[in-house]
């Protein structure tokens, strides 16, 4: 069973930066695409970016020009990198990866705390 582990949460101040790193247990073959999204308490989960096979890529609005995606050469490993964090990012940081099959992965997510 392929596994897939984030890495990279944590605590951070405001107008901070992290990134988060999420890696699979074993190559997963045929992947379409992979995405973060993340989950704030009590709210639904909700997409923040992806990145197709291609390279397209695709951000929530509210993340735009703040956060980056990006995937290995191999692309089984997806980064989302974080700048300019503000305390509504807080939330459950979850990694998704999706195979031309339409099977998909998740991890068990990342928590990123972010203070005012």
């Known amino acids: 069973q392929v596994q897939l582990e984030e890495s990279g949460g944590g605590l951070v101040q405001a107008g901070g930066s992290l990134r988060l790193s999420c890696a699979a247990s074993?190559?997963?073959?045929?992947?379409?695409?992979m995405a973060w999204y993340r989950q704030a308490p009590g709210q639904q989960r909700e997409l923040v970016a992806e990145?197709?096979?291609?390279?397209?890529?695709n951000y929530a609005d509210s993340v735009k020009g703040r956060f980056t995606i990006s995937r290995d050469n191999a692309g089984n490993t997806v980064y989302l990198q974080m700048n300019s964090l503000k305390p509504e990012d807080t939330a459950v940081y979850y990694c998704?990866?999706?195979?031309?099959?339409?099977?998909?992965?998740w991890g068990k997510g990342t928590l990123v705390t972010v203070s005012s």
């Open positions: 990145i197709s096979s291609g390279g397209s890529t």
């Open positions: 074993r190559r997963i073959f045929s992947i379409n695409s």
């Open positions: 998704k990866a999706i195979r031309i099959d339409y099977v998909s992965y």
